[in-house]
């Protein structure tokens, strides 16, 4: 797949991963690849192990066995901040947004929290330097995620979608070549939603890869290059939207007649 960095190049990768919690099997042997320039999509329905995958890649749940790689190097036994500083950023389903800061200053701490790594004292005395570097990276994620205009607003006067596009800027102002976003359109309106695909795109455009968990099957359908299906665990099914719209697996395990109905005619 062309881009507009050109070929797709190594970004996220997952092998035969399983996470089990006591007795239960949540992610069971999954395999997926999520590379630079590309907007791959992981679904299903609630319970499916999505976000528990997620959590597998950036570190936050040691795996039971497989392996997890970042731009082709082995990441599996690293910490969540080392794998940031090797260029993977992450969002949640839950914002977390200071209210007591302005929009520009929550998004200058996605640079920050980069740079500083296990050492969060370290900007406690940051050379001029790193301050214009942080400047710098705040100011562009801003453009880049079309919130320039609410910099010195407070995120508590935000409308949910601008709150969104926010946090969306934070992780974008870290660098981070790869991103993992967790369900980032809930609580978005359709026009919302629409701008945030957009936004997306472009990002992706830039050469940046992106791993989305979202259950908008509009969004999915309209803005994925490659989708993988979970359904108890398992991956039921992987290939293109067409694809996916076109699976009575995935259309039995997870779509459902009405969502299905509605997938196949975005």
Not at 22 to 43: F, K, M, N
Not at 193 to 206: D, K, M, P, S
Request: net charge neutral; proline share 3%.
């Amino acid at each position: 797949m062309l881009t507009g960095a050109g070929v797709t190049a190594p970004g996220l990768g997952v092998h035969e991963l399983s996470v089990r919690f006591g007795g239960l099997l949540a992610v069971d042997s999954v395999t997926l690849e999520a590379p630079l320039g590309r907007l791959t999509g992981l679904i299903g329905p609630n319970g499916a192990g999505k976000t528990t995958t997620f959590n597998a890649c950036s570190g936050l749940n040691r795996p039971t066995s497989g392996s997890v790689s970042l731009f082709g190097q082995d990441v599996t036994r690293l910490a969540p901040h080392a794998r940031a500083q090797r260029g993977l950023g992450r969002t949640f389903q839950r914002m977390e947004l200071f209210d007591s800061l302005t929009v520009r200053a929550n998004v200058g701490l996605g640079c920050e929290g980069v740079m500083a790594g296990s050492r969060p004292w370290k900007f406690l005395r940051a050379s001029r330097a790193e301050r214009s570097r942080i400047s710098a990276a705040t100011e562009e994620a801003m453009e880049s995620c079309d919130v320039t205009s609410l910099a010195h607003r407070r995120p508590a006067s935000l409308s949910t979608g601008q709150r969104r596009l926010v946090e969306l800027a934070r992780v974008v102002a870290g660098g981070f070549q790869m991103l993992l976003l967790d369900e980032p359109s809930s609580g978005l309106d359709r026009n919302e939603t629409g701008r945030f695909g957009e936004i997306l795109r472009q990002l992706v455009a830039q050469g940046r890869g992106i791993l989305i968990v979202e259950h908008d099957m509009e969004l999915v359908m309209s803005c994925c290059d490659y989708l993988h299906v979970l359904d108890f665990g398992r991956q039921i099914f992987d290939g293109t939207p067409e694809q996916v719209r076109g699976s009575d697996l995935v259309r039995a395990a997870y779509l459902g007649s009405e969502a299905a109905e509605s997938a196949a005619s975005s």
